[in-house]
């Protein structure tokens, strides 16, 4: 199984931690470091799990959006602007590298510090920390955002300023449990509603009835 490059920095100090625990407690015949030494190798399996990067394949057709993120669809509406919004939340048991949801060229890449209020609330959609990105697409501007939840208190995205990119991409992650939006075009048609389950690059969220760039 692939594993995203982030576990690195988040796994290997505790496996590391537990494997000099286990050779402390057998040379000093301890049990308590024994247990601690196996207690935080256990964990560091654990958190590995958490970093989890199956393949995915995004579905044929240039016209479609597919979700960024696995997990429970919590919004799916028109704002006020015409845009229209879909929000993914995903929990500690889901895949947490998130995917491009279209093609295009990144115009734009802006971090915001924040709160770190449930993902799953309306509260965190404005408030929490943030990694917003805008995109440039044959169909319009599409934008999303990666936002921190209670748990989550750091944000990987890899992408920059100037980045060509593909739909269904792996490009970051967010940290235990969080939440992704994402803004489409007034033009897309919704292809999901709320509390749909989805799979970060090959569900697919909308469709586009037209190109605004030829």
Known sequence: MRFAPEAVGVVLPVFVVGAL?????????GSTLLAMGVALCLMAGLLLLFFRDPARSAPPGDDLAVAPADGR?????TLPDG????AVFLSLFDV???????AGRVRRVMETAGEHHHAGST???RGNARVDVEADTPFGPVAWRQVAGML????????????RIGRGVRFGLI?????????LPSSAELKTQLGCRVRAGETVIAQFTGKEIE
């Open 83 to 86: 845009r229209k919004h879909v």
């Open 123 to 125: 509260r965190a959609e």
């Open 175 to 183: 940290y235990f449990g969080s939440r992704m939006d994402v803004f």
């Open 96 to 102: 947490h590298v998130n995917r491009t949801p279209v």
């Open 152 to 163: 989550a208190r750091r944000i990987s995205c890899r992408l920059k300023e100037g980045d």
């Open 21 to 29: 625990l286990l050779v402390w407690g057998i040379s000093a015949r």
């Open 73 to 77: 669809v919590i919004a799916c509406d």
